[in-house]
């Protein structure tokens, strides 16, 4: 038998950003023991069923399949979610975009919509931080709304729901005090789909058009329908789309329009006010 620490020493991951996380992480789920046991115990034997399991795990790992994917789970603000091939995983960076939207809003009641919600990490963090919000989660993937679905009702969060919808399709005359999203954003032929991660993530997740931009057009154009008076959209973009998103909410009717940085110090998240005074002023 072979002890943890000779273990994660010939784990060998030559093509991952991060190899060591990568393997005390595969190798931490295939013991079912937290990670911080590994640097307590680094000398303890590994029975061979747990070390074959870990190898299987690290040979998928070096065919590029994400960490998150391999364990069919991820931790999102203080969250941890099942994710599945179906939607995108969720980015430390989207929790900039749930940051904004607890800023954005008082903690009193308050309806509350994420689009293309995917596992439901937006909603469900929003939900977790605000129980009087109600927010509804909304995907157009089957899949998708299942998914989020089990994620809601592992962690036990009465104030969410999902439900199926292309966009705002299914919110005909319904209106909300704030709109998030973190849609799909990627130019069709942006090299970076072929690298990394991306390449095992759904291109419905990731992929808007020529520009990348037809998908946060849409939403856009739908929100003004779907906010109640004085009501927020708040929206993840991509690092060089800033610009180009403050104008389209602008030219929306959009007031009090402003960009935010993530962690990298990227433009990432912009949002603004509706008002119908903005939107009749134009
Ligand atoms: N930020 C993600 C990436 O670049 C894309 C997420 C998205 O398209 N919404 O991998």
Known sequence: MATIEHLLKCADLPD?????????????????????????WPEREVPAETAERFAAWLARRRAGEPVALILGRQGFWSLELEVAPDTLIPRPDTELLVETALQLLPATAAGVLDLGTGSGAIALALASERPAWQVTGADRIDAAVQLAERNRQRLGLANASFRKSDWFDA??????????????Y????????????????????????????????RIIAGAPAHLAPGGWLALEHGYDQGEAVRGLLRQAGFADVQTRRDLGGQERVSYGRYSKESGDAR
């Open 186 to 217: 990627i130019a069709a032929a942006d090299p970076h789909l072929a690298q990394g991660d991306v390449r095992f993530e759904p291109a419905s997740a990731l992929v808007a058009g020529a520009d990348g931009l037809d998908d946060l057009r």
């Open 171 to 184: 919110f005909a005359g319904r209106r909300f005090q704030l709109v998030v999203s973190n849609p799909p």
């Open 16 to 40: 991952s950003p991060t190899p060591r996380l990568d393997a005390e992480w595969l190798l931490a789920a295939a013991l079912d023991k937290p990670a911080s046991y590994l640097r307590t």
